[in-house]
């Protein structure tokens, strides 16, 4: 399962996801330093894991299609 790194006081994310935690650990790091002087954002900060999914973005809308699939089938069978 991937990683990304999330800042709450900027409301960033990784650009990218990140296979090893090391590597998103890294990241909040080096945004601490661009972003915040090198100290920590007092609103928060962070690496989290984050669903496979959620890098291919077609599951929502999959689950949507089917349905308004169902939804249709069953106003058929209705009448
Ligand atoms: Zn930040």
Redesign the pocket.
């Known amino acids: 399962m991937p990683y990304e790194y999330w ?1 709450r ?2 409301e ?1 994310v990784s650009p990218e996801q990140r296979d090893r935690r090391a590597d998103a650990e890294d990241e909040v790091i080096e ?1 601490r330093r661009a ?2 002087g090198g100290l920590a ?1 007092a609103a928060g ?1 962070g690496v989290r894991r984050v669903h496979d999914e959620t890098r291919h973005g077609c599951s929502g809308s999959l689950l949507f299609i089917a349905f308004l699939v169902f939804a249709v089938l069953a106003n058929c069978w209705g009448r």
């Open positions: 800042c006081q900027c960033a945004h972003a915040h954002p900060d």
